[in-house]
């Protein structure tokens, strides 16, 4: 079982729903990472938080640290969303990011 | 313009042959990272700096070098001891480590 869990694994939505992705993880952690990858290969932080919730702009993140699980929610999608969202976790007993496989999004016009 | 630069965006060699990928940054970061990237899996930490002239392997060291002789510039030779070097390599840096990590566009690699 790997330490960071995401799902869906793929998800296709139309422009303007609600998007919501999840990441669970195994260990103690001292902070939760969300990247956006484009379909280029470059990758952009968009959160790093380690307790409560963080927004910017149409996307929001989340984390409960008691149950090990946050969410990453995207209001009023659009086709630019479309990406592959990773979650990457600090473990409080190492000094490395640990990465979920990625979620790839697909927003439709 | 303040960033993180890898060259080239697609490599190809012969099995056998070392390659050198460079990333160089401009954002005065302590720490830099480089990660190996495979369809379907997360990306995986092949080594780290936190310090010029000082270095730690990651998760799947074998088969690769790194060196960190000054403080914009780390790169990273695939040797041809690396069983599996065809990938998608990404550096990033950071101001410490574990802050806010930040990426390069990333090198494609073929082994032919």
């Known amino acids: 079982k790997n330490e960071v869990e995401q799902s869906p694994q793929n998800l296709t939505a139309q422009e303007g729903e609600f998007i919501t992705i999840n990441c669970s993880y195994s260990v103690g952690i001292s902070a939760l990472h969300w990247l956006q990858q484009h379909p280029g290969g470059g990758i952009v932080s968009l959160f790093m938080?380690?307790?409560g919730k963080k927004k910017h702009g149409r996307l929001i993140a989340t984390i409960n640290i008691q149950e090990k699980h946050s969410s990453l929610h995207i209001t009023a999608s659009h086709p630019r969303d479309s990406a592959v969202y990773i979650c990457a976790v600090e473990a409080t007993s190492g000094s490395r990011l640990t990465f979920g496989e990625g979620t790839q999004l697909t927003v439709n016009p | 313009d303040g960033g993180i630069t890898q060259s080239p965006k697609y490599l190809f060699r012969k099995e056998g042959q070392n390659v050198t990928l460079s990333c160089e940054q401009n954002l005065n970061h302590d720490a830099m990272y480089w990660y190996r990237q495979d369809p379907g899996q997360g990306l995986r930490l092949i080594y780290y700096s936190q310090i010029v002239n000082d270095f730690q392997k990651g998760d799947i060291a074998e088969g690769y070098s790194v060196s960190r002789e000054k403080k914009e510039s780390f790169p990273l030779t695939v040797t041809s001891a690396q069983k599996n070097p065809t990938a998608f390599y990404l550096c990033?840096?950071?101001?410490?480590?574990?802050?806010?990590?930040?990426f390069g566009p990333g090198t494609r690699l073929t082994v032919l």
């Open positions: 990033a840096s950071s101001v410490l480590a574990l802050n806010e990590q930040f």
């Open positions: 938080l380690s307790s």
